[in-house]
């Protein structure tokens, strides 16, 4: 090891006590994680030394039922074991741990090992997705963003490389409330990522703050119009979305501004995107009329 990086003696026998205490055949698994995991942070001297002193640490907070996922996953993450440090690895064992089925300890962590050569920020910020997306079902939903936003892009793209962290955020505010906030402001960034990462990030980055400051009766009308329009538009309602739509509710009220959105969402499916945008915008009379309720 580097100069000061000194493996401690008895960090190490308290792993090989851990390992020796799992009994075969759980203790050769133990023991071929822990060198594949090694020689996969290599060349970090950091990354190697921080896995050979907590791997007896992580042995003892994985359950039983997470133990076999944390085996295959390790050697995954372990390219970024330095940026993830012990807390980080300590983390991903929290949320995997969440779940009694081995199934889905095993999915979490596959996900977050699926990013191993990106980022720490983005493996932790995957595990927190995945593990509200499982919580609650939404299996089809994560393969649909790991799909969107593969791992390759982030390390090519900036805005790919913010999303994911940006999603995270997003998806604990949301959930914090309620499933179908969370349901639908996560199709939101789904839908836009779909056509560019870019858009998805600003949309990610700045809808937690509009789910905060949004009146608490009007949070899931404007999330749910925001999917409408997301979906049936694109990337180019994006600036309407996080800017204009809010304030419309208060302006013209709720059942106005629903009627609204749903017209320009029929627009765009009728006419195109560009009839939807001057509908928005408001350069028709219909459109005027909708909003103020003459219509």
């Known amino acids: 090891m580097s100069q000061g990086l000194k493996v401690n003696g008895r960090e190490v026998r308290e792993a090989a006590d851990a390992i020796v205490r799992l009994g075969m055949p759980e203790a050769r698994q133990a023991l071929s994680c822990l060198a594949s995991a090694i020689a996969a942070a290599s060349p970090s001297r950091r990354g190697m030394h921080l896995i050979a002193v907590n791997f007896g640490q992580w042995l003892s907070w994985a359950r039983p039922g997470t133990r076999a996922a944390f085996f295959e996953a390790l050697p995954r993450v372990a390219p970024r074991a330095g940026q993830l440090r012990a807390e980080g690895v300590r983390q991903l064992l929290n949320a995997a741990n969440a779940f009694e089925a081995s199934d889905q300890c095993g999915r979490l962590l596959a996900c977050a090992g699926t990013y191993g050569l990106t980022d720490g920020r983005i493996i932790l910020a995957v595990s927190r997705i995945a593990k509200r997306a499982l919580e609650w079902g939404a299996e089809e939903y994560l393969q649909r963003l790991l799909a969107t936003v593969p791992a390759e892009r982030t390390t090519d793209s900036r805005d790919a490389k913010r999303l994911l962290p940006a999603l995270a955020r997003l998806s604990d505010v949301a959930g914090e409330q309620s499933r179908r906030l969370w349901s639908d402001a996560s199709e939101i960034i789904l839908t836009l990522a779909a056509r560019n990462h870019s858009s998805a990030y600003v949309v990610a980055r700045d809808l ?12 899931s009308a ?32 709720e059942e106005h501004t629903r009627r609204f959105v749903s017209a320009a969402a029929s627009a765009a499916h009728d006419y195109g995107v560009t009839a939807a945008q001057w509908f928005w915008e408001q350069k028709t009379t219909a459109a005027r009329q909708l909003l103020q309720g003459e219509a």
């Open 208 to 219: 937690p703050k509009r789910l905060q400051s949004c009146r608490a009766g009007l949070v």
């Open 222 to 253: 404007y999330v749910e119009d925001f999917r409408k329009l997301a979906e049936a538009i694109g990337i180019r309602m994006v600036g309407f979305g996080l800017n204009e739509l809010p304030t419309l509710y208060d302006r013209y009220g």
